[in-house]
């Protein structure tokens, strides 16, 4: 059964961190790309960030450049999100996703997590 559990969110005042992380089960793990997404009230949920299979290439939305740092442990299942300089538009739901694309380039596996709730607010 395939399982991607968030974790680590919580209430933070703008300029503080938080850590999220998601455990990875039922699937070969090491060989999908990993994302985050997140999702604030009334507005479509949006790419945060992602990381190749291997972890040797990241990616991320202008918005978080410079302040989330998405990183993952193959060893472990488990891909992590370090969540730096938190701003109150940082507030959404996060959402970790799994995916794996066949080598025609085709998306094969599309997974997603339950969400982990942050809030940034004084």
């Known amino acids: 059964q395939v399982q991607l559990v968030e974790s680590g969110g919580g209430l933070v005042q703008p300029g503080g961190s938080l850590r999220l992380s998601c455990a990875a089960s039922?699937?070969?793990?090491?060989?999908?790309?990993m994302r985050w997404y997140r999702q604030a009230p009334g507005k479509e949920r949006e790419l945060v960030t992602a990381i190749t299979a291997s972890g040797g290439s990241t990616n991320y939305a202008d918005s978080v450049k410079g302040r989330f740092t998405i990183s993952r442990d193959n060893a472990k299942n488990m891909v992590y999100l370090q969540l730096n300089s938190l701003k109150p538009e940082d507030t959404a739901v996060y959402y970790c996703?799994?995916?794996?694309?066949?080598?025609?380039?085709?998306?094969?596996?599309?997974?997603w997590g339950q969400g982990t709730q942050v809030s940034v607010s004084s």
């Open positions: 996703n799994a995916r794996y694309w066949d080598t025609r380039g085709q998306l094969i596996y599309n997974y």
């Open positions: 039922g699937f070969t793990f090491s060989s999908y790309a």
